[in-house]
Every structure is written in structure tokens, then in C-alpha cells.
């Protein structure tokens, strides 16, 4: 009798026993799945960050970047230094090269001095220039026209102009001198350009 109701007990006591080892192992194995997917979230955060993080870096001047020439002329500090702003977010970060805008300067009729304003542009151009390898040319154009002023005697507007607009690249190229830029870097156009319209200027650009 006594043996019967040993073997009773341990039957109930193995039921019992079977649901509470299901449970657990349930509550295991979901447990597990949860600290699994709370590292794969956070290995997607951390790969989302990085992304954000290089995706952020911004192109930046250095003696390793090549200067080279850019299509786009800005005239005057202001303009020039929008100018090479938005060059900088066109390039590419880790870029070995950059392309530099041309500072455009502007005279008043017959004028050749730089203006405060044409060398706060020639500085902003220089600064990336010296922030650069140093190895390309920096090239000065002079523009004339026929103006629209009486030359003095004996010469025609044409030359007149043509006289003024060699002495403001002149002029250029001795603020560059005097900015420590090696002669070999500075090349002037051999003759003025013409100008569209009555426009006075000089560009100084990358060869």
C-alpha cells in the first residue's frame, strides 16, 4: 500500500516537474533571443553613427593636395570666399586635389592700384595657394577695351587701354612677389585679353 503511494507521488511529481523545465527552457531561449537582437540593434546604431560620422567629414587643404584650375571666376573677397566654400563641400574628403575658383579684381576707368578690397581677394587666393603643395602656376590676365575715354595725344584707346591693363597685372605680380610667391610660380599672360563690355578687371587663376 505504502509502495502504491510512493509510485503515485513521483508520477504526480514528474508532472509537475516536465511543464516547469518547458517553462523554463521557454523563458531561456526567449531571454536569449532578446540579449540577441539588443546586440544586433546596438551594432546597428553603432554602424548607423560611424556612417553619420564619416559621411560628416568635410574636405580639408593640405601640402599633400594638388591645385588645379576651376571654370568658376568670383569677383571681389566676399564673392571669392562664397566661391571657395561651396568648392570645398564639392570636393570630396581625402580629395588629392582642389580645385581653385579665380579671383576676379575690379578697377575703376584708369585705375591700376589694388584696391582693399582686390587684396583682401588676392589674400583669400593666396591662403589656398600656401595651403596647397605649392607647385602650380598661378596665372594673371589682364582684360582691356577700346574705352570709352580720349587717349592721351598721339595714342590710340586700344593701346592706351592695353597700356593700363599690363600695368594693373603688373602691379598684381608684384603683391605676389612681395607675398613671398616664387617668381617660377607667377606667369602673366603675354597680352591683355578683351574685355566683354567696359568691364576693367584682372583674374588671377591656378594654370
Do not use: H
Not at 508520477?11 to 540579449?35: D, F, M, W
Not at 564619416?54 to 591645385?67: C, D, G, I, P
Not at 596665372?139 to 595714342?155: Q, R, V
Amino acid at each position: 500500500m505504502k509502495l502504491n503511494n510512493i509510485l503515485k507521488v513521483a508520477v504526480l511529481a514528474a508532472l509537475v516537474i516536465v511543464p516547469v523545465s518547458c517553462q523554463s527552457k521557454k523563458k531561456k531561449a526567449a531571454e536569449e533571443a532578446a540579449r540577441i537582437a539588443a546586440e544586433e540593434a546596438a551594432r546597428q546604431k553603432a554602424a548607423e553613427e560611424e556612417a553619420a560620422r564619416l559621411a560628416a567629414r568635410t574636405f580639408e587643404l593640405s601640402e599633400n593636395v594638388t591645385a588645379v584650375a576651376s571654370e568658376t571666376v568670383a569677383d571681389g573677397a566676399e564673392a571669392y570666399r562664397q566661391a571657395l566654400a561651396e568648392a570645398k563641400k564639392a570636393t570630396a574628403y581625402g580629395a588629392d586635389s582642389f580645385a581653385v575658383p579665380t579671383a576676379g579684381l575690379l578697377y575703376a576707368d584708369e585705375m591700376c592700384c589694388i584696391s582693399n578690397d582686390a587684396k583682401e581677394t588676392l589674400k583669400e587666393f593666396l591662403d589656398v595657394w600656401n595651403a596647397t603643395d605649392k607647385k602650380a602656376v598661378i596665372l594673371i590676365e589682364a582684360y582691356s577695351n577700346d574705352g570709352t575715354k580720349a587717349a592721351p595725344e598721339g595714342c590710340s584707346k586700344a593701346d592706351y587701354n592695353k597700356a593700363i591693363a599690363v600695368e594693373r597685372a603688373n602691379l598684381v605680380r608684384a603683391w605676389l612677389y612681395a607675398n613671398q610667391v616664387p617668381a617660377r610660380n607667377v606667369k602673366v599672360a603675354e597680352n591683355p585679353r578683351k574685355a566683354d563690355g567696359d568691364q576693367k578687371r584682372v583674374n588671377v587663376s591656378i594654370q
